[in-house]
């Protein structure tokens, strides 16, 4: 069970996990969700160094800054991957599971190969 300082991580790996061919593993201290073992594709951010609860993805290009600028409440650029166009999601505000499901699924769809991709609904 996940404690309070870990909010969302049960609910985040779930979705992570039902991705195909998608493992978990520590990457820097934090949870992390790889495909095929390889390419990271979300990071779990809990409160290191003072840091707000979140988790940081891959995004389509031209997302990052159109979700900072509509709702930055919600919606930030993340230290040392923001720069890729990496788009930064908290978990310590009131959060919508039916549109983190939507952008766990694009950050997966930019990293995973075409095969795999495939094989998701459409």
């Given at each position: 069970?996940?404690?309070?300082?870990?909010?969302?991580?049960?609910?985040?790996?779930a979705?992570c996990?039902?991705?195909?061919?998608?493992?978990?593993r520590?990457?820097?201290?934090s949870?992390?969700?790889?495909v095929?073992?390889?390419?990271?594709?979300?990071?779990?951010?809990g409160?290191?160094?003072?840091a707000?609860?979140?988790?940081?993805?891959?995004?389509?290009?031209?997302?990052?800054?159109?979700?900072?600028?509509?709702?930055?409440?919600?919606?930030?650029?993340?230290?040392?991957?923001?720069?890729?166009?990496?788009?930064?999601?908290y978990?310590?505000?009131?959060?919508?599971?039916?549109?983190?499901?939507?952008?766990?699924?694009?950050?997966?769809?930019?990293?995973?190969?075409?095969?795999?991709?495939a094989?998701?609904?459409?």
């Amino acid at each position: 069970m996940d404690t309070p300082d870990m909010y969302g991580l049960g609910e985040l790996r779930a979705l992570c996990l039902a991705l195909p061919e998608t493992t978990e593993r520590l990457s820097h201290g934090s949870p992390t969700w790889f495909v095929r073992d390889k390419k990271t594709f979300v990071t779990y951010a809990g409160h290191h160094h003072g840091a707000r609860l979140s988790f940081w993805c891959a995004a389509p290009p031209g997302v990052q800054g159109e979700l900072l600028a509509e709702d930055p409440e919600h919606f930030f650029r993340p230290p040392y991957v923001g720069h890729r166009g990496w788009l930064g999601v908290y978990l310590d505000v009131e959060v919508d599971w039916t549109e983190i499901a939507e952008i766990v699924t694009d950050a997966y769809r930019r990293i995973a190969p075409k095969s795999l991709i495939a094989l998701l609904p459409r």
